[in-house]
């Protein structure tokens, strides 16, 4: 398993428009094979900034790979960064492999 994420750096003031961004836009990830689950993160607030994280499991780094070599990556990310800034620089990309998983049991 892989865990890919970005972490985003968004002004105060656009995070509504953030959020509807991601919200209402068509990801494309349930069209790649190897795609396993996606989740978008709002975390704390700092000073200048929301912390928000985009977090998808992949099956491998290879079909992580392939997703960001895909038609679909590239129909999922057109126009982005084309309006005006809601982030304090570029997101911050993180990937991890899963050494451990560790479920909740299953209940009857």
């Known amino acids: 398993m892989f865990v890919a ?3 985003f750096r968004v002004i105060p003031a656009e995070a509504e428009t953030f959020e509807r961004t991601w919200l209402n836009r068509e ?7 190897g795609f396993v689950t996606f989740h978008l993160l709002k975390g704390p607030q700092a000073e200048d900034h929301i ?4 977090f998808t499991l992949w099956a491998s780094r290879e ?5 960001t070599r ?11 960064g084309a309006s005006k800034p809601v982030t304090l620089g570029p ?3 993180e ?11 299953a209940r009857a």
């Open 51 to 54: 912390l928000y994280s985009s």
């Open 91 to 93: 997101p911050q990309f």
């Open 27 to 33: 990801s494309h990830l349930h069209e790649v094979e």
């Open 70 to 80: 895909s038609q679909q990556f590239r129909r999922a990310h057109a126009g982005a």
């Open 5 to 7: 994420a970005n972490r």
């Open 95 to 105: 990937g991890f492999e899963v050494l451990q998983t560790i479920g909740a049991p």
């Open 63 to 67: 079909a992580f790979e392939g997703w």
